[in-house]
Structures are given as C-alpha cells and as structure tokens.
C-alpha cells in the first residue's frame, strides 16, 4: 500500500466520522457520535502513516525530506493537525457534537487534495532556500495554529447558529437545542483561541528566524508575512476585547469567523490572489 | 487642573480602547502593503493605478508604507500606548502578588467557595506541627501565623505567572527596540555611522577580494573592516534540473593575512565580526576558469583562462614542490544537446612526483587525473562571480530575545495560574479540624482538584497515624 491509497483511506475516514456527527447533531443518538470519533481516529493513524510512508518514499527517490514542503503536502498536514487538535478538544470537553462542525474541515481538506488537479503530488527535491531544520519547526507551529483556528472558527458558526435560535425562541426539540449551551461553546471558542494564538506567534517566530539565517533579514514585510501578522492582530484584538472589554458570546464568535478568514488568505489568499495581481501587475 | 487634564491624557494613553484602535489601524492597513506592490519604479504605479491612484499612493507614500512617517507613526503611537499600559496596570499587580495572604481575616475565607474541612482526630498541636511537613512534602512552602482562635498557614505558587501579560508587553517593545538599533536608516540618518547597521551586498568574481560592499538603499559604499575574498562559486543540480546547492568559498583576510576561509551556503551563512554574509545569487562572468582539486588534501585551486593566452602554463603550490598544468590544445565541438558548440581540451599537468600525465577533457565535465602521490579532480567551466548579502544588524540579539519573551509570557499568561491555598488549623469540640481553602486565577476547576486532593491526603495521613 503506498501513501496515496492511505490518504484516501483517510478522505473516506474523515467523510463518514462528518457523517456520524452530524447523525449525532441531528437524531442525538449518542452511539453515532462514539462511532464518528471512532472513525476519526482511524482516519488520523491511516494519514499518520501515510505521511510517514510518503517521508519514506522520499527517502528512497535519493530526496529525503519531510512531507511539508508544497502546497499539496501543507493541505495534508493541515488535514491531519485539524483533525488530531479536534479528537483531542472532545476528549478534553466531551462535547461531541462539535464534531458535526469540525470534522468536515479536514474531510474538504482532503477532498480537495484529490479534486484540485493543478496542485502538484509529486515528491520534489528542496530547493536551496527551503534546506533548513527551520522548516520543520516553523510549518508544524504555523499548522498547529491553523487546526485550532479552524476549529475555533467551526464552533463561532455553532455559536451563531444556537444563538439564532435562541433569539428566534425554538424550542428546545429543534436541531439547536442539541448544541452545547452557548456558555459553554464561549468557553471553548475562547480557550481553543489562546491555544491557536500561541502557536501562531511560535510560527511567525520561527518564520522570522529562518528567514534571518537564509536571507540575513527576519521581516521584509513580504505579503505572506505580512497577512501573518494582520491574523496575529485579529486574534490579539480577539483576546484583548475579551479581557479588558468583556467581549463574549456572539462578538467573540464573529471574531473567531474572521480570524479564520484571515488565516485562510495568509495561506491561500496570498499564493493565488496575490500572486495573480502579481502575475498580472508585472505583464 | 493642569493634574486632571494630564491624568486624562495619562487614561487616554493607558485605555485598551486606544490600544483596540491602534491594533485594529495597524492590521487593517497593513493589508494596503500586500495589495499595493512594495518599492516598484513610479511607471508601475500609473500602470496598474491609474493616474489618480499613482497620485494616492505617492502621497501616502503606499510605495513603501512599512516605512513611510504614518505607519511607523502609528507603530510608535502603539509603543507608546503598550508602555502606558503596562506602567499604569503595573503597580496593582506588584501590590495583588505581594499581598499579605496570612492578613486575611479568618471569616473571609472560610466564605470562599473553594474549600474542604478535614476532621482530625488529636490535638490541634500535632495538627499544627503535621501540616507544615504535609504541605512541604506536597511542594508547597508554607507560612503561618497565629491567629485569635486557630493558626492560618499560607502557601502559593505561580504568582510570577500574572506578569505573564506584561512580559508579552514588553517583549513586543524589545522586539521593537531590537529592529530600531538593526536599522542601517537610524544608523546612517541619526547615528550617522552607516557602518554600525546596515544591509547591502556585492558581486564578487571568484579569486576576486573585496574591503567594500554596496548599500541596498542608496548604494553607497560601506567599508567592511576586513577583505573577503571568494576562492570559488560551485552550483549542483538535481538529475532533474533543480537547483541543489550554491556553494562559495569565501576566506577572510585582517591585513594581508588569511585568518579563517569557510564556505557558506543559503542557510549557512558566515558571520565575522558581527557582519554576516549569506549567499544570494550568482553571476556568470562568461569566460572559463580551471577548479582543480587535489582529493587526498581536499585543496582547491582555480585558475582563470584568459580567452588570448588560453594555453599559458599555471602552477601552484604542493606540499612536495611545484604543480603545473595547461591546456595544449583546445577545439570547438557541437554540444551534447544540440543547441551551439562546446570545447573539447587536451590538458598537461605535472606535480613533484612522476611523469606529465596528458589526457583530453570537455568543457564543465570534471575529470580525475591520478598522480603517483595523490588524485586531482580537474575541471574547466564558466568562470562565476558570487552575489553575496551583507549585513548587520546588531539588533537581532534583542529581536530574539524579545520573541523568547514572548513566548514565555504568552505560556505563562495563558496556561500557568496563580494558585494560592490555605490551611486554617483550629478547634472544634475538642478536636482539630484543618480547613483547606484555595483560590486560583485561571483552570479553577483542575485546581478544584488539587485541593480535594490534598485535603484528603492529610485526612488519610491521620488514619494511618493513628
């Protein structure tokens, strides 16, 4: 079995834990969700050992490098942080029902990989640039961050959603009511933000000493680091109207939303938006 | 009045409303720099912008926003608003950390939510005197004091951890600080000495030295202190095309005299003196020059051709006496792929030891010519010269610094709590009875947990005791 079968065992894997919760969200049929985490963790070892046979294989084309270095392997690693940081979030707060909006990040992740023909498997060597140990460092605190961003921004729309029924005042039987109560969800949303923030700014920090050693200069303002640095913002302002503003509730769950948004353009936004102004600014 | 109105200046610059204000200006414009393209010529503006847009964006000086007078305006408004902050916040924390938890009446705890009576048997003297030894052998060094009707003990841990916050504050300052002394436009406009930071680079041909280098700004010279010289430039490639590694030897020379030679490649720079070069690109300087490698002592010599006396004689040093070497014959070839000529050499080489060794070689392919006392890699190719970046930056320790700072306050901030417990030893009916209480700034319910077991291990204590 090679690392591409595995990664669509994992796809699958990850498609039917969606399911599950999703079941366990709508008919609260608590067997469901055991079965959903059950196939999430299944899915997590297939793609563990995807990643470690693909690493492998680099190996053996004479490359030898760590699976993170393109845009295919990053969506991979951000698969597999998203789901582990999810498994993990239900065994630390028992709320399940999360599942049904956090599992199918990395399900669309992946099915993404499989669907989007230009992006490129292929094993490449390292260019010069990219040979450091830096690498490893800097994309898995970046990755780490993003899984609980996503998350994050998953239980902001569990959020909105209950509150919108709340407001609406449907009753208790209806799909909301089987979503944890919104304190609750507030507190997650906040501590699973703290978790993501520490992660990123370990990421840009790594980032910027790597960037020192290959080019002699730790910030150039370039738009990938500079669309890091406005989401680390975003989360700074998050926390801080938290704290000193006692922002809750819906206003945190919003933030949570755009936060992700920004990390979404950090990560795609600059490689295809960007790069297209600048294709199209410089013909 | 002239104290209201400073200290309304004073809540102003303090406030987290400013400091919101002031991070939300600089996140959302941040984004004009990533959609604006950076330090273009003025023709690719009025291209893509339009007149009216070139016209915006040279007056706001969107051409290089980073470093226009606004933005860093507002990065010294959000300094200024952080150190505000911290400095008015500051001395209530101090107070919060270094209060006298045993000054506490006794009433007042015993309200608190978190708390478990333990019933002891015995005298509340055995109690007392237990206690302090339980509550150390549990890692919490305690302190006590007497009371009217009992004895208090107190113990924390973590209070450092509520200066989490303000370590990030100040973490960002020194990261801010540390770019501020690294900066070649402070160095040049205000310490006016461009040669305490600056960042530039230079095109050195192999064999070529060089005292100088050019400044990225401006282009002005700044002298380096020392020579370098690059001895060669190598470049390999995947089988696949891909640039694998660019290789330049580079040695360094105080007065004359060869004090430390290396080879540096991308992220493996060379540093000395506190100037660091790293290498950036390449140049071909399109005309042949001779790597010759000598494989038992790793030695590498090169010798530039020159194109109208391509068959001088070139020599060099061997621990056994003099090499020599030349191309006797040289002739255009069709190259290999098709596409225009390559050269195809007759080559002579002597060392100390045997006969001249003659033997043909085509451009750029390496050759080993084997020598009674050793083996030499030989090898013509195109003459490169190397582009290097050079700079300093004495700031960057501080960066570092600043961003290990911050990681720990951020650790500290938000994962490690403030925990405080007490232990009120006092009797009842008789008997003693030790309340534990405790109290803790965050993850209230994990330390729920800790004191449940606590108080239960000294109740177990007692009833093995007796």
Same mark, same amino acid.
């Given at each position: 079995?090679?690392?591409?079968?595995?990664?669509?065992?994992?796809?699958?894997?990850?498609?039917?834990?969606?399911?599950?919760?999703?079941?366990?969200?709508?008919?609260?049929?608590?067997?469901?969700?055991?079965?959903?985490?059950?196939?999430?963790?299944?899915?997590?070892?297939?793609? !563990?050992?995807?990643?470690?046979?693909?690493?492998?294989?680099?190996?053996?084309?004479?490359?030898?490098?760590?699976?993170?270095?393109?845009?295919?392997?990053?969506?991979?690693?951000?698969?597999?942080?998203?789901?582990?940081?999810?498994?993990?979030?239900? *065994?630390?707060?028992?709320?399940?029902?999360?599942?049904?909006?956090?599992?199918?990040? &990395?399900?669309?992740?992946?099915?993404?990989?499989?669907?989007?023909?230009?992006?490129?498997?292929? *094993?490449?060597?390292?260019?010069?640039?990219?040979?450091?140990?830096?690498?490893?460092?800097?994309?898995?605190?970046?990755?780490?961050?993003?899984?609980?961003?996503?998350?994050?921004?998953?239980?902001?729309?569990?959020?909105?959603?209950?509150?919108?029924?709340?407001?609406?005042?449907?009753?208790?039987?209806?799909?909301?009511?089987?979503?944890?109560?919104?304190?609750?969800?507030?507190?997650?949303?906040?501590?699973? *933000?703290?978790?993501?923030?520490?992660?990123?700014?370990?990421?840009?920090?790594?980032?910027?000493?790597?960037?020192?050693?290959?080019?002699?200069?730790?910030?150039?303002?370039? &738009?990938?680091? !500079?669309?890091?640095?406005?989401?680390?913002?975003?989360?700074?302002?998050?926390?801080?109207?938290?704290?000193?503003?006692?922002?809750?509730?819906?206003?945190?769950?919003?933030?949570?939303?755009?936060?992700?948004?920004?990390?979404?353009?950090?990560?795609?936004?600059?490689?295809?938006?960007?790069?297209?102004?600048?294709?199209?600014?410089?013909? | 009045?002239?104290?209201?109105?400073?200290?309304?200046?004073?809540?102003?610059?303090?406030?987290?409303?400013?400091?919101?204000?002031?991070?939300?200006?600089?996140?959302?414009?941040?984004?004009?720099?990533?959609?604006?393209?950076?330090?273009?010529?003025?023709?690719?503006?009025? /291209?893509?912008?339009?007149?009216?847009?070139?016209?915006?964006?040279?007056?706001?000086?969107?051409?290089?926003?980073?470093?226009?007078?606004?933005?860093?305006?507002?990065?010294?408004?959000?300094?200024?608003?952080?150190?505000?902050?911290?400095?008015?916040?500051?001395?209530?924390?101090?107070?919060?950390?270094?209060?006298?938890?045993?000054?506490?009446?006794?009433?007042?705890?015993?309200?608190?939510?978190?708390?478990?009576?333990?019933?002891?048997?015995?005298?509340?003297?055995?109690?007392?005197?237990?206690?302090?030894?339980?509550?150390?052998?549990?890692?919490?060094?305690?302190?006590?004091?007497?009371?009217?009707?009992?004895?208090?003990?107190?113990?924390?841990?973590?209070?450092?951890?509520?200066?989490?916050?303000?370590?990030?504050?100040?973490?960002?300052?020194?990261?801010?600080?540390?770019?501020?002394?690294?900066?070649?436009?402070?160095?040049?406009?205000?310490?006016?000495?461009?040669?305490?930071?600056?960042?530039?680079?230079?095109?050195l041909?192999e064999?070529?030295?060089?005292?100088?280098?050019?400044?990225?700004?401006?282009?002005?010279?700044?002298?380096?202190?020392?020579?370098v010289?690059c001895n060669f430039f190598d470049?390999?490639?995947?089988?696949?095309?891909?640039?694998?590694?660019f290789v330049s030897g580079l040695?360094?020379?105080?007065?004359?005299? /060869?004090?430390?030679?290396t080879n540096i490649e991308v992220?493996k720079?060379l540093?000395?003196?506190?100037?660091?070069f790293y290498q950036s690109?390449y140049?071909?300087?399109?005309?042949?020059?001779?790597?010759?490698?000598?494989?038992?002592?790793?030695?590498?010599?090169?010798?530039?051709?020159?194109?109208?006396?391509?068959?001088?004689?070139?020599?060099?040093?061997?621990?056994?006496?003099?090499?020599?070497?030349?191309?006797?014959?040289?002739?255009?070839?069709?190259?290999?792929?098709?596409?225009?000529?390559?050269?195809?050499?007759?080559?002579?080489?002597?060392?100390?030891?045997?006969?001249?060794?003659?033997?043909?070689?085509?451009?750029?392919?390496?050759?080993?010519?084997?020598?009674?006392?050793?083996?030499?890699?030989?090898?013509?190719?195109?003459?490169y010269a190397t582009g290097l970046?050079?700079?300093?930056?004495?700031?960057?320790?501080?960066?570092?610094?600043?961003?290990?700072?911050?990681?720990?306050?951020?650790?500290?901030?938000?994962?490690?709590?403030?925990?405080?417990?007490?232990?009120?030893?006092? /009797?009842?009916?008789?008997?003693?009875?030790?309340?534990?209480?405790?109290?803790?700034?965050?993850?209230?319910?994990?330390?729920?947990?800790?004191?449940?077991?606590?108080? /239960?291990?000294?109740?177990?204590?007692?009833?093995?005791?007796?």
């Amino acid at each position: 079995m090679n690392s591409s079968q595995l990664f669509g065992i994992t796809t699958i894997a990850y498609l039917l834990s969606s399911v599950c919760y999703i079941g366990l969200f709508v008919f609260r049929n608590k067997k469901v969700g055991q079965v959903g985490l059950v196939l999430a963790v299944l899915g997590i070892l297939a793609q !563990t050992i995807g990643l470690g046979l693909r690493w492998q294989e680099s190996y053996t084309l004479g490359i030898g490098h760590a699976p993170l270095t393109n845009m295919y392997e990053s969506l991979l690693f951000f698969a597999w942080c998203a789901a582990i940081f999810y498994v993990l979030l239900e *065994i630390k707060f028992k709320l399940p029902v999360i599942g049904a909006f956090a599992m199918p990040i &990395p399900f669309i992740t992946l099915a993404y990989t499989s669907v989007d023909k230009g992006l490129s498997r292929d *094993i490449s060597p390292l260019v010069p640039a990219l040979q450091s140990n830096w690498l490893i460092a800097h994309v898995i605190t970046c990755f780490i961050g993003y899984g609980a961003f996503a998350v994050a921004a998953g239980l902001g729309i569990m959020y909105l959603l209950k509150q919108f029924g709340h407001d609406r005042k449907f009753s208790a039987d209806t799909l909301i009511g089987s979503l944890p109560e919104l304190r609750t969800l507030d507190d997650v949303i906040h501590k699973t *933000i703290v978790f993501g923030f520490m992660w990123l700014s370990a990421g840009i920090i790594t980032g910027a000493v790597w960037a020192n050693e290959a080019w002699g200069t730790y910030w150039s303002w370039d &738009p990938k680091e !500079t669309w890091s640095i406005i989401t680390w913002f975003v989360y700074a302002l998050t926390l801080h109207a938290r704290f000193t503003r006692g922002w809750n509730g819906s206003r945190i769950a919003w933030l949570a939303v755009i936060g992700f948004i920004s990390v979404f353009f950090t990560y795609f936004g600059v490689n295809y938006l960007l790069a297209g102004l600048h294709s199209y600014g410089s013909n | 009045m002239a104290a209201k109105a400073k200290n309304s200046v004073w809540a102003f610059l303090a406030s987290v409303q400013l400091a919101l204000l002031l991070i939300g200006l600089l996140a959302s414009t941040s984004i004009i720099g990533t959609v604006v393209q950076q330090n273009k010529p003025p023709e690719h503006y009025a /291209e893509t912008w339009g007149k009216t847009g070139a016209a915006v964006i040279n007056a706001f000086n969107l051409d290089d926003m980073y470093n226009s007078v606004w933005f860093l305006a507002l990065l010294g408004a959000f300094s200024l608003n952080l150190t505000v902050c911290s400095l008015d916040r500051l001395p209530g924390v101090i107070r919060l950390v270094r209060k006298d938890n045993l000054d506490t009446a006794t009433e007042q705890l015993l309200k608190m939510k978190m708390q478990h009576k333990v019933q002891r048997g015995g005298s509340v003297k055995t109690a007392t005197q237990h206690l302090l030894g339980y509550l150390s052998g549990k890692g919490w060094k305690a302190a006590r004091r007497d009371k009217e009707d009992g004895t208090l003990f107190f113990a924390q841990k973590g209070g450092w951890t509520r200066y989490g916050v303000y370590l990030v504050h100040i973490s960002i300052l020194i990261i801010l600080l540390g770019a501020v002394i690294g900066s070649p436009t402070v160095a040049k406009k205000i310490l006016k000495n461009p040669q305490f930071a600056f960042k530039g680079g230079v095109l050195l041909p192999e064999l070529r030295s060089t005292e100088r280098i050019f400044s990225y700004d401006d282009e002005s010279e700044i002298p380096l202190g020392f020579t370098v010289r690059c001895n060669f430039f190598d470049i390999h490639f995947y089988d696949n095309g891909m640039p694998k590694d660019f290789v330049s030897g580079l040695t360094v020379l105080e007065q004359g005299k /060869e004090v430390l030679t290396t080879n540096i490649e991308v992220n493996k720079p060379l540093t000395y003196k506190g100037i660091t070069f790293y290498q950036s690109s390449y140049n071909d300087m399109h005309r042949p020059i001779i790597h010759l490698t000598n494989l038992t002592t790793g030695k590498k010599t090169v010798f530039p051709v020159n194109p109208e006396q391509w068959d001088a004689t070139h020599s060099w040093q061997e621990e056994g006496g003099q090499g020599m070497l030349r191309i006797q014959e040289a002739r255009s070839v069709p190259a290999e792929n098709g596409t225009g000529t390559s050269t195809e050499m007759q080559m002579w080489l002597m060392d100390s030891q045997g006969p001249p060794s003659m033997f043909p070689m085509s451009y750029g392919r390496p050759v080993i010519v084997e020598r009674p006392s050793t083996k030499y890699e030989l090898k013509i190719g195109p003459h490169y010269a190397t582009g290097l970046q050079v700079s300093k930056d004495p700031g960057v320790w501080w960066v570092y610094s600043g961003c290990a700072l911050m990681l720990l306050g951020l650790y500290a901030a938000f994962f490690m709590s403030h925990r405080k417990i007490w232990a009120y030893v006092h /009797e009842v009916n008789g008997g003693a009875v030790v309340v534990f209480i405790g109290n803790a700034n965050k993850n209230n319910l994990g330390f729920e947990k800790t004191l449940a077991a606590l108080a /239960e291990g000294f109740s177990g204590k007692n009833d093995s005791s007796n």
